[in-house]
């Protein structure tokens, strides 16, 4: 098919100039221009290559940069967008920034730096504890204040770092863990132990089931405004969407990361993040929403559940539906038409969610109770008025999935359930007014006193900035704080969640928020709950024990496989 020089040339832009499958390579940011011209060719990609990319053997990156902004403009570059992908570092970014990023569902792959494996007990090279510093957070009012929070919250994190390990050695001793260190199903303990790998390997394990102990327990004291790092891999459509939300937000610490992954994404993909800008529609209807929740719901303390944590799986509208109906004549007219404002009620409450700082069945019942005037004067000021296709509003519109859960849960058990991408979330502004989840080893090993220090100082910075800056308080908030938080899934989507985030490994806080979901879930729908067999109702407390020992006998046969020991992080 091909020429011997055609060959060549091929090679090194594709696995095989042969077969019909094959993959590309040496091609980053051209891609899926190419693609997308050969969805309009007769050839085959590497027919449009040779024929319209490559000029005298090489590519000309002046001449592909042209095709493929007449590419973009003639097939729409949403679409082609999707083809063409990069990797980016967000490194030295806030919680709350990773957050904002992560937040974007559909096009991208993101991991994060784990605070349940990763102590930040540790200064920077510059003497600086490992969180986010800004000009318009330094000089303002609060400035000085922040600086000694921070500084406070991070050196008595640090200070705990020993003693809580101390205290898991002297809970769980060398001598009376056990592990299934060599892969036989049957675990050992350390006297049972003789071959020195097995040795090395159990103790490899036992270190590292302590320190992810650990972790999971101080990470309650790491505020929202720590650094992070993320890396995604996305597609540049994505990217787009990401820079121009971020360049909308109100924080300093999105502009300045939209510039910068613009920046970045400048030399490799160009010509699909040149659209990204502001959005002002969305910044109008961000504001006037703010604005109009507060109106309706002007408390400025947030609602606090009668437990924490709390989990409410929202009804379908019945209560409404009943009232509707109750003095009317049954016909498929009423009902349906009480079934359908039901859905509008819902959807409204929804809108107003993440502007406000109580429940959704809070919101729903007010809402419940407007006139048709009140309900669509929140209609249109979320709405506004869409000038082109690409002005839509928030996710407030996703409303109809099978299980909608308004939960109350702290934000490090939010940061690792807000990962998963098959559904709707919406969240409020962070607030350190609703509770704090104190974990149960830090009271026994007598560090009590430590953490309510730590908890009145966060407590005060929040206070102090969100009179100038209700969002840029967020970054006081720790992550133990209780935040507001909505879900909304359907069956698949909640058996994949549920059952991962209940497996042993799992941190305990999401385990539980897990195994509570799935509870509802069955008490509504005993065959779905049935058919999500796998979520795991035990609880372990040591929970990366097994997972520790498993690793470490992959490890071994990786080891006895390349016939060297692999490096693992001490």
């Known amino acids: 098919m091909f020429t011997d020089e055609e060959k060549k040339i091929l090679e090194k832009y594709v696995t095989s100039t042969e077969d019909n499958i094959f993959a590309i390579r040496n091609l980053q940011g051209m891609t899926g221009a190419a693609y997308a011209r050969y969805s309009r060719a007769k050839g085959g990609f590497r027919e449009v290559l040779l024929k319209e990319f490559i000029q005298d053997g090489n590519i000309d990156p002046q001449h592909a940069d042209e095709l493929?902004?007449?590419?973009?403009?003639?097939?729409?570059?949403?679409?082609?967008?999707?083809?063409?992908?990069?990797?980016?570092?967000?490194?030295?970014?806030?919680?709350?920034?990773?957050?904002?990023?992560?937040?974007?569902?559909?096009?991208?792959?993101?991991?994060?730096?784990?605070?349940?494996?990763?102590?930040?007990?540790?200064?920077?090279?510059?003497?600086?504890?490992?969180?986010?510093?800004?000009?318009?957070?330094?000089?303002?009012?609060?400035?000085?204040?922040?600086?000694?929070?921070?500084?406070?919250?991070?050196?008595?994190?640090?200070?705990?770092?020993?003693?809580?390990?101390d205290y898991f050695v002297n809970l769980?001793?060398?001598?009376?863990?056990?592990?299934?260190?060599?892969?036989?199903?049957?675990?050992?303990?350390?006297?049972?132990?003789?071959?020195?790998?097995d040795q090395k390997n159990f103790k490899q394990t036992y270190n590292f089931d302590l320190r992810a102990k650990a972790?999971?327990?101080?990470?309650?004291?790491?505020?929202?405004?720590?650094?992070t790092n993320v890396g995604m891999f996305a597609n540049g459509r994505f990217y787009q969407t990401v820079i121009s939300n971020l360049m909308t937000h109100r924080l300093p610490e999105m502009h300045k990361i939209a510039e910068q992954t613009s920046s970045a994404l400048q030399s490799i993909i160009p010509q699909y993040i040149r659209r990204a800008k502001k959005d002002e529609y969305a910044e109008k209807y961000n504001q006037e929403m703010f604005t109009l929740a507060k109106r309706l719901f002007p408390n400025e303390k947030p609602e606090v559940p009668a437990s924490l944590p709390d989990y409410q799986l929202m009804d379908?509208?019945?209560?409404?539906?009943?009232?509707?109906?109750?003095?009317?004549?049954?016909?498929?007219?009423?009902?349906?038409?009480?079934?359908?404002?039901?859905?509008?009620?819902?959807?409204?409450?929804?809108?107003?969610?993440?502007?406000?700082?109580?429940?959704?069945?809070?919101?729903?019942?007010?809402?419940?109770?407007?006139?048709?005037?009140?309900?669509e004067e929140i209609i249109s000021t979320y709405i506004q008025k869409r000038e082109n296709r690409r002005h839509r509003p928030g996710r407030g519109l996703e409303h109809g999935y099978s299980h909608n859960f308004?939960?109350?849960?702290?934000?490090?058990?939010?940061?690792?359930?807000?990962?998963?991408?098959?559904?709707?979330?919406?969240?409020?502004?962070?607030?350190?007014?609703?509770?704090?989840?104190?974990?149960?080893?830090?009271?026994?090993?007598?560090?009590?006193?430590?953490?309510?220090?730590?908890?009145?100082?966060?407590?005060?910075?929040?206070d102090a900035m969100s009179k100038v800056d209700p969002e840029m308080a967020q970054y006081a908030v720790l992550h133990g704080h209780y935040i507001r938080w909505n879900i909304a899934l359907n069956d698949r989507a909640a058996m994949h969640l549920l059952e991962l985030r209940s497996t042993p490994q799992g941190h305990p806080n999401y385990r539980l928020a897990a195994q509570a979901m799935h509870k509802l879930i069955s008490e509504r729908s005993k065959w779905r709950g049935e058919m999500m067999k796998f979520v795991d109702h035990n609880d372990y407390y040591w929970s990366r024990a097994d997972s520790e020992a498993k690793q470490r006998v992959k490890e071994r046969q990786l080891d006895e496989k390349f016939g060297h020991s692999a490096a693992t992080e001490e």
């Open 68 to 165: 493929i902004a007449r590419v973009l403009v003639a097939y729409g570059d949403d679409s082609v967008g999707e083809l063409e992908g990069a990797h980016v570092s967000f490194e030295k970014i806030t919680m709350l920034a990773a957050k904002e990023i992560e937040d974007h569902r559909i096009g991208g792959s993101p991991i994060e730096q784990s605070t349940r494996y990763v102590l930040y007990d540790q200064k920077d090279s510059d003497g600086n504890w490992l969180y986010y510093k800004d000009p318009a957070i330094l000089n303002s009012v609060f400035g000085k204040q922040y600086i000694e929070t921070m500084d406070f919250i991070f050196q008595t994190y640090a200070d705990l770092v020993a003693p809580l390990k």
């Open 172 to 197: 769980k001793k060398l001598e009376e863990a056990e592990y299934d260190i060599n892969g036989d199903g049957v675990k050992e303990k350390w006297a049972d132990l003789t071959d020195e790998k």
């Open 215 to 227: 972790c999971d327990t101080l990470r309650a004291l790491l505020p929202v405004g720590t650094l």
């Open 316 to 375: 379908f509208g019945e209560g409404l539906i009943f009232e509707k109906l109750k003095d009317q004549q049954l016909s498929p007219e009423s009902i349906s038409k009480a079934i359908q404002e039901a859905r509008d009620v819902e959807e409204i409450a929804t809108m107003l969610y993440p502007y406000t700082n109580v429940s959704l069945k809070t919101i729903r019942d007010k809402v419940g109770t407007m006139n048709a005037a009140e309900r």
């Open 406 to 462: 308004d939960c109350v849960i702290n934000f490090g058990t939010y940061k690792d359930l807000q990962r998963h991408r098959m559904n709707t979330q919406q969240r409020q502004l962070f607030t350190t007014k609703i509770g704090f989840y104190m974990p149960e080893e830090l009271i026994v090993a007598g560090f009590e006193d430590k953490v309510i220090a730590c908890l009145e100082k966060a407590d005060q910075l929040f």
